[in-house]
């Protein structure tokens, strides 16, 4: 794998290193071992699917919160979406700043979510199916959420949005971040 530190502090996109052949190509995708020696959380304890029918789907920006925060690995299976994380780590020197990277199913590239980082992303394409790694058992109770179209942060969303769930639009805006229970 190839780990590319992004802008924000433990923010990492992941390419793949494809090992091909006349059959077609093999790759890793996670390593207990590649992840440590890059100093990532390592621990998988649920993986998900997200399916979006409609290009211009929002998810997020999601998070979940203490006591049991959780680190993402995300890659898009089929697709593409236009990934983001925001940094909400209030003792991070990129405390409130965030970056997009468009994942797609062709170039199979993944982003590593540390916690204390919200996560959303705007799907590019229809049928899009998103992939999620995480360290920590879902807390229905801990799932949070700031808006995704919040002053404080100012994303840069490439397309309109087109289809949100009722929650995402009811985010409130960053004052500290408050969860929704």
Not at 124 to 153: A, I, K, N
Request: charged share 25%; proline share 6%; net charge negative.
């Amino acid at each position: 794998m190839i780990f590319n530190q992004t802008k924000l502090t433990g923010v990492v996109e992941i390419g793949l290193e494809l090992r091909s052949d006349d059959r077609g190509f093999f790759a890793r995708t996670w390593c207990q071992k590649e992840f440590e020696g890059q100093g990532l959380n390592p621990r998988l304890v649920q993986c998900s699917l997200s399916f979006n029918r409609k290009r211009g789907t929002l998810r997020g920006m999601h998070y979940q919160a203490a006591p049991f925060p959780e680190t993402k690995i995300v890659r898009c299976t089929k697709g593409a979406i236009y990934d983001v994380v925001l940094d909400l780590r209030p003792r991070s020197e990129t405390f409130k700043e965030w970056i997009a990277v468009t994942l797609t199913a062709n170039k199979r590239n993944m982003v590593y979510v540390p916690e204390g980082c919200a996560h959303g992303f705007l799907t590019l394409e229809d049928e899009t199916e998103v992939l999620y790694q995480m360290s920590e058992f879902y807390h229905p109770e801990l799932s949070c959420g700031v808006r995704w179209d919040d002053p404080s942060f100012h994303i840069a969303w490439p397309e309109t949005v087109q289809v949100m769930s009722g929650r995402d639009r009811s985010y409130p805006n960053f004052e500290p971040v408050q969860c929704a229970s």
